[in-house]
């Protein structure tokens, strides 16, 4: 890989010519942008860490392979976690560990669905939400931890899904092609796990639970 000066951050567009030219110091700023995220995705398909890991290098090593090969007709994003979720699947297969991504879980209790709009945000907020302050909630940091923490619990389809949506803020195609769900797949378990979710915040922000709260149930 060629060696150059740093680069002021570039963009999608910059990023794939000079990944295709070798630019390490392109390289190192989509690594240092996309590798923790890439390694808490891979989790959603092998949790041992020496896994996860281990998918993270190899999809690395498949987009330096490849990269001469992306035409562009997705985002380099959406691609990149699209190699990391072959890699990821595959590997949970060699290891004996069958996962359904397209299993909607019908078998949950129902959700609310009329707290969310048509394009997955929330029509009617958690309660008491104008009501967090920074004496409450420092920067809205507590709250944020509170919720990764319950994102953790979550079933890993919904999970996965999330984190692609918002984490990532990837779109609903973008993570429909990358996990091989239906769009109404994605929406039902985007649904569940933000519904799990907002449940876990609604419980932080009650006064008379005082802030202590456990995962999801």
Same mark, same amino acid.
């Given at each position: 890989?060629?060696? /150059?000066?740093?680069?002021?951050?570039?963009?999608?567009? %910059?990023?794939?010519?000079?990944?295709?030219?070798?630019?390490?110091?392109?390289?190192?700023?989509?690594?240092?942008?996309?590798?923790?995220?890439?390694?808490?995705?891979?989790?959603?398909?092998?949790?041992?860490?020496?896994?996860?890991?281990?998918?993270?290098?190899?999809?690395?090593?498949?987009?330096?392979?490849?990269?001469?090969?992306?035409?562009?007709?997705?985002?380099?994003?959406?691609?990149?976690?699209?190699? %990391?979720?072959?890699?990821?699947?595959?590997?949970?297969?060699?290891?004996?560990?069958?996962?359904?991504?397209?299993?909607?879980?019908?078998?949950?209790?129902?959700?609310?669905?009329?707290?969310?709009?048509?394009?997955?945000?929330?029509?009617?907020?958690?309660?008491?939400?104008?009501?967090?302050?920074?004496?409450?909630?420092?920067?809205?940091?507590?709250?944020?931890? /509170?919720?990764?923490?319950?994102?953790?619990?979550?079933?890993?389809?919904?999970?996965?899904?999330?984190?692609?949506?918002?984490?990532?803020?990837?779109?609903?195609?973008?993570?429909?092609?990358? %996990?091989?769900?239906?769009?109404?797949?994605?929406?039902?378990? %985007? /649904?569940?796990?933000?519904?799990?979710?907002?449940?876990?915040?609604?419980?932080?922000?009650?006064?008379?639970?005082?802030?202590?709260?456990?995962?999801?149930?």
């Amino acid at each position: 890989m060629k060696r /150059h000066k740093p680069n002021a951050e570039m963009s999608d567009e %910059l990023l794939v010519v000079a990944l295709k030219k070798g630019d390490e110091a392109a390289f190192r700023q989509i690594f240092a942008r996309e590798n923790a995220a890439l390694l808490a995705f891979a989790r959603n398909f092998v949790r041992e860490s020496a896994a996860a890991e281990e998918a993270v290098q190899d999809t690395w090593v498949a987009v330096i392979g490849g990269i001469g090969r992306f035409e562009g007709r997705s985002t380099l994003r959406s691609w990149i976690f699209s190699v %990391l979720a072959n890699i990821a699947r595959t590997k949970a297969k060699r290891d004996g560990r069958i996962l359904s991504f397209s299993d909607m879980g019908f078998n949950d209790p129902a959700v609310d669905p009329d707290r969310f709009s048509g394009d997955g945000t929330w029509l009617s907020p958690p309660g008491r939400w104008s009501e967090i302050n920074p004496e409450r909630i420092v920067g809205g940091r507590q709250l944020f931890a /509170h919720a990764m923490v319950v994102m953790e619990e979550l079933p890993p389809n919904q999970r996965a899904v999330v984190q692609l949506r918002d984490i990532e803020g990837l779109s609903a195609p973008d993570a429909c092609d990358i %996990l091989g769900i239906t769009e109404a797949n994605q929406r039902i378990l %985007l /649904h569940r796990g933000r519904s799990k979710i907002r449940a876990a915040i609604e419980v932080l922000m009650d006064p008379d639970s005082g802030g202590q709260v456990g995962p999801a149930k």
